[in-house]
């Protein structure tokens, strides 16, 4: 009967632990708009040695990191291609090195939130090229699609917006952010409340007949952003992983906007 109560009152003093922890976080996160802390791991997961070169190789994100955050994002790439599913479509062949580049897309993308993986895909299908939707009936370089829980690429567009690092064009970050947006609106999670917080004060600041003239007048993002209020999220995160201080000098709004969003000042590079 002891351990009964034991187990009972330590159970007791859990849920008045957490709830205490909620409630110091949620005044945290209403004064500074970030959460207390984003990187806490028991065990951190490692890559196999060739999957580790090629990383070390060929992401230059992971290279600019600090050598402790360098082990958060090893552990957070390895978590990511043991979640999800990599189906390859038309004979295409993926390799662990290109889910090592597709995983890494999603991981700096997620780099300052404290829960990264989300539920809103549970596979990843490749194609060689660009494929034909039945959704939509055309032709996609890529695409989100919650219905069926799944991100599609087209590995050659995958590749360009991975190899040329200053067009803005980043297909990986583009349909990784429509997931991510479209877990924000759904889930609880401090880091996805505060990205679904800040993509509704974008959205206003689009609404604004001024700031939209302004933009159109820059010639700045592709015609394409103006698509819809998705569409320009996903795009100007684009801008920000590519050229982050062309952003910044031309809308430092919008680039603070997407700092807090991704709470990104959280990434330690060169320390």
Do not use: C
């Not at 007791?12 to 996160?29: D, K, P």
């Not at 680039?255 to 990434?267: A, R, T």
């Amino acid at each position: 009967m002891k351990h009964i109560y034991i187990i009972k009152y330590s159970a007791i003093l859990l849920g008045f632990l957490s709830a205490g922890i909620n409630v110091v976080e949620s005044i945290y996160v209403y004064l500074f708009n970030k959460p207390i802390f984003v990187h806490l791991y028991l065990v951190k997961k490692k890559l196999p040695k060739k999957k580790k070169e090629f990383l070390v190789n060929n992401v230059s994100f992971y290279n600019k990191l600090s050598n402790k955050h360098k082990g958060y994002f090893e552990h957070r790439l390895t978590k990511f291609i043991r979640t999800y599913d990599f189906v390859e479509r038309e004979n295409f062949e993926l390799t662990p090195e290109a889910k090592v580049l597709i995983a890494s897309s999603y991981v700096k993308l997620t780099f300052g939130m404290r829960k990264y993986l989300t539920t809103t895909f549970d596979k990843i299908v490749v194609y060689p090229n660009n494929f034909y939707s039945l959704i939509t009936k055309q032709y996609h370089k890529g695409e989100f699609n919650p219905a069926f829980k799944m991100i599609v690429f087209s590995w050659e567009d995958f590749l360009l917006g991975d190899v040329v690092v200053n067009d803005n064009l980043n297909l990986g970050i583009h349909e990784f952010t429509h997931a991510l947006t479209f877990h924000g609106r759904k889930s609880k999670d401090v880091s996805a409340r505060i990205f679904y917080s800040v993509f509704e004060e974008i959205t206003s600041f689009m609404n604004s007949e001024e700031n939209l003239e302004a933009i159109k007048q820059s010639n700045y993002f592709r015609e394409y952003a103006l698509t819809n209020k998705l569409e320009f999220v996903a795009v100007i995160m684009e801008h920000f992983f590519e050229t982050p201080e062309d952003l910044q000098e031309k809308f430092p709004k919008l680039y603070k906007k997407i700092e807090v969003m991704l709470n990104y000042k959280s990434v330690k590079l060169n320390v």
